[in-house]
């Protein structure tokens, strides 16, 4: 970790624009998704039974902070019931950027550079149905080992939360490209405001390909 000066204004403005982005690229897939569906679909997907393979990406920018977390997440899980799945993952993730620590006379930055292992569930529901699309809610956790302590004076272990919704597009009975925004929580869980639990918070966007086996 480096101890530098506060974040100059057009590196903030730069990492404000990355959701912003994103968001517009999803708006854009989901437009042509509508312009193309076919209304034939048979729905099988979301039947009870059957297993459910993942494979994403998920980015998490900090509140008020460059501090950013990308993920490979690798889940295996099944229909717990009807529109209901279960799964658990694994999680690759590195953290990068800045950490703003407050002193007595002004502000500073933390370098972040990191690399963490972990492992997570997550409970999945569909409740609307939009003929292929689907809107769905996420309740999920985890836990993180990070070779560095993260966030800065935090530790190595530390729990993690990521409820969230999102919208599912299947091309067929068994596969489904998912794109979703979630709230992502980090701490050791000793306490609010505890002087070794400093939490890490941000807004997490998200895209995977979800395969579903008989």
């Known amino acids: 970790m480096q101890l530098n000066k506060a974040i100059p204004k057009n590196e903030r403005d730069t990492i404000q624009k990355k959701p912003k982005q994103f968001l ?11 312009a193309n569906a076919q209304h034939n679909y048979s729905n099988k997907f979301n039947e009870k039974g059957g297993k ?4 994403g990406l998920e980015h998490v920018s900090g509140f008020n902070t460059s501090l950013e977390c ?5 889940g295996y899980g099944s229909m717990l019931l009807k529109n209901l799945t279960i799964s658990s993952f694994l999680d690759l993730s590195i953290t990068n950027g800045f950490q703003i620590v407050r002193t007595f ?5 933390i370098r972040q550079e990191n690399f ?7 409970l999945r529901w569909y409740p609307l149905h939009l003929g292929k699309m689907k809107v769905f809610i996420d309740v999920g956790g985890g836990i993180l080992y990070t070779f560095e ?3 800065y004076q935090g530790t190595k272990l530390n729990f993690t939360t990521r409820p969230g919704v999102g919208i599912a597009m299947h091309f067929d009975d068994n596969k489904q490209i998912v794109f979703g925004i979630n709230r992502f929580h980090l701490s050791n869980g000793l306490g609010y405001n505890h002087p070794s639990n400093p ?3 941000g807004l997490g966007l998200f ?6 086996k008989k």
């Open 116 to 122: 963490g292992l972990g492992t997570s569930f997550l």
């Open 70 to 74: 990308y993920s490979l997440r690798a």
């Open 24 to 34: 517009l690229v999803i708006t854009f897939l989901i437009s042509f998704h509508i």
């Open 52 to 55: 459910i393979f993942s494979l």
């Open 207 to 212: 895209a995977s390909i979800v395969i579903r």
């Open 149 to 151: 302590r993260f966030p």
């Open 105 to 109: 006379e002004n502000s500073a930055k």
């Open 199 to 201: 939490a890490f918070d």
